[in-house]
């Protein structure tokens, strides 16, 4: 009271001047930031909505509210797709699949954006590695698994054929039972399973029991939107996330008995068991990404990979990097399944061919039990086009994997770049352009890929659902793999009913699907 009457502001001060003040007092930097952003931003020549332009919180909040993809499609429309698109303060969105090579082929533009760096998927691994030649090196180090498919068919395949006879029999027994199941729920155990089978040696066990084992694929979707907004709204994840105590307590940690905590955890558990059992004596179980034991050598991948300089990684590095695998492989491929199992399933004339060209082969006597990767790719060229086509069109990972544009700047796709600016695009969006796939490029249409060598190769090189250049996804083949094995083999066993087409959701830039319901009926094969 003695320091406003020595200024004697009582006096004037009536309670709507007050309440004046304290809204200008708001609203003044907003405006100050709304015209800034507009008008004197090194980014605000470029098109794109004022909120998107002067806000990072809009993008976030449009992630958070699962349609990213379909907004930053509806952007493309209003704006056209010849330059990018302003969708954050500091973002450029390049809308047309001539772009991808220019971001993620350059050397220079190999540094990743903060989205990476929030700490929502635990410590830091390879993918959240921001700065270029930290990750080379990483990357390298991490190169002796095997990653590759002449690898994969020689190390892995018989062992997924065991998990694709356990599937089918289980499928079986819901069959004879009539009973209706989440098939986009059903691939996904498979897929989990895979992964825990990769990183830990043994799977985790949902096929076998039928279930999500430790709630890890419903606490990964619930942990999405969150995920999403860090990433993406500035002040969140530079300020809020920076403080320990609240990252902390935003964070899963190691002693939660589900989810992502549970899996750091396990990760941790498994490390250190198997660092415990190789000081004793050789290793004899079943091989992992961690170790394998084959004709006498030992290959010892996460556990003895080494830098340049023959250094390994830390203990709290191979922890993340068991952890990754899961995270990144497990609902990613299990998307793509049930995706192209849903786009088969109900389009009519497409589920029609790939059963004729199944029958085809295993009249020929050209498919084994289960089928194995290389007779999908060698006799069912239908399937493999159903195969490409889902991905193009629900990718499963359509995130904005945004890269820092040098100082001094950069040309993409024709356009200059001020230095500093953050560069992306969106599998969803390019995968669907029309300059490149015609007025039909939003409908399933697998035959685009069957129209010549040419056409495919154009094709493939624009695809952007496994990232491309020194940063493409380590797990690639291993997808493709399953989706090779699985997938046929689904089609050559059942008929599906389906009851619900259920939906491709996208959250915090990661897609699922939810709801896809229906029968199984079994076939009669020859
Ligand atoms: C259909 C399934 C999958 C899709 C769509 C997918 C997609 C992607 C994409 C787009 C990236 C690059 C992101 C970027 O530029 O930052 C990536 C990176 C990565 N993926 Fe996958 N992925 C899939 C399956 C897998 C599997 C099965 C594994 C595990 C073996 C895996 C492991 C990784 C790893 C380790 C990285 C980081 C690579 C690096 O930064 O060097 N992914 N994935």
């Given amino acids: 009271m003695g320091l406003l009457a020595t200024f004697n502001i009582t006096e004037n001060l009536t309670l709507g001047r007050f309440i004046w003040s304290v809204l200008a007092l708001i609203i003044t930097p907003f405006i100050y930031r709304i015209v800034y952003s507009l008008y004197f931003d090194p980014l605000a020549r470029f098109p794109g909505p004022w909120y998107t332009s002067s806000f990072s919180s809009f993008i976030a909040l449009i992630s958070v509210r699962k349609q990213e993809p379909e907004f930053i499609h509806s952007l493309v429309k209003k704006y056209g797709s010849t330059l990018p698109i302003r969708i954050s303060p500091t973002t450029l969105f390049f809308p047309r699949p001539s772009a991808l090579k220019d971001i993620y082929w350059t050397p220079s533009l190999n540094h990743k954006t903060k989205l990476y760096g929030t700490g ?16 080379k090196q990483l990357r390298r180090a991490l190169s002796n698994a095997p990653w590759t498919i002449g690898q994969l068919k020689k190390k892995w395949e018989s062992r997924f054929d065991t998990l694709v006879t356990l599937f089918i029999h289980k499928m079986n027994e819901h ?27 043994e799977p985790f066990g949902c096929v076998a029991n039928q279930r999500d084992e430790k709630r890890i694929l419903e606490n990964w979707r619930q942990g999405l939107p969150f995920f999403g907004f860090i990433a993406r709204c500035r002040f969140f994840r530079d300020q809020v996330m920076n403080v320990g105590f609240l990252a902390s307590w935003f964070l899963p940690t190691f002693d939660q008995a589900y989810g992502m905590g549970w899996l750091m955890g396990e990760a941790d558990r498994q490390v250190t068991e198997r660092e415990r059992q190789n000081a ?61 199992l849903r ?57 904005l994997f945004g890269r820092v544009v040098p100082e001094g700047g950069k040309v993409i796709d024709g356009v200059f770049v001020p230095g500093g600016t953050e560069v992306t695009t969106h599998a969803f969006t390019t995968q669907r352009d029309v300059g490149l796939y015609g007025e039909d490029a939003e409908e399933f249409k697998p035959e685009r890929w069957l129209k010549s060598e040419e056409v495919m190769l154009e094709y ?37 009913e389906i009851e619900a087409k259920g939906s ?23």
């Fill in 120 to 135: 929502a998927l635990g410590p830091p691994h390879l993918f959240s590695t921001i700065e270029a030649e930290s990750h």
């Fill in 175 to 201: 069959a004879a039972a009539d009973r209706t199941i989440c098939i986009s729920d059903k691939v996904a155990q498979f897929a989990a399973d895979v992964m825990s089978m990769i990183s830990f040696g």
């Fill in 280 to 340: 004793e004596k050789e290793f004899e179980g079943m091989p992992d990404f961690m170790q394998q034991y084959v004709h006498f050598f030992f290959y010892h991948y996460c556990l003895d990979a080494r830098y340049q300089d023959n250094t390994t990684l830390t203990p709290l590095q191979k922890r993340a990097h068991v952890t990754l695998l899961i995270q990144a492989g497990a609902d990613t491929t299990a998307t793509a399944l049930g995706s192209i």
């Fill in 343 to 399: 786009f088969i399933a109900s389009n009519p004339s497409s589920l029609h061919l790939a059963h004729a060209e199944i029958e085809k082969a295993d009249q020929a006597g050209l498919l084994s039990t289960p089928i194995q990767y290389e007779e999908t790719r060698q006799h069912l060229p239908y399937m493999v086009a159903c195969i490409r086509e889902g991905l193009r069109l629900n990718p499963p990972a359509p995130n």
């Fill in 460 to 496: 493939e090189a624009s695809q952007f659902t496994f990232g491309m250049g020194p940063r493409v996804c380590l797990g690639k083949d291993i997808a493709i793999m399953e989706m090779y094995k699985l997938l046929p083999e689904i089609i050559r066993r059942f008929d599906i």
């Fill in 504 to 526: 491709y959701i996208v959250s915090g830039g990661v897609a699922y699907n939810e709801g896809f319901l229906g029968k199984f009926h079994a076939r009669k094969t020859g």
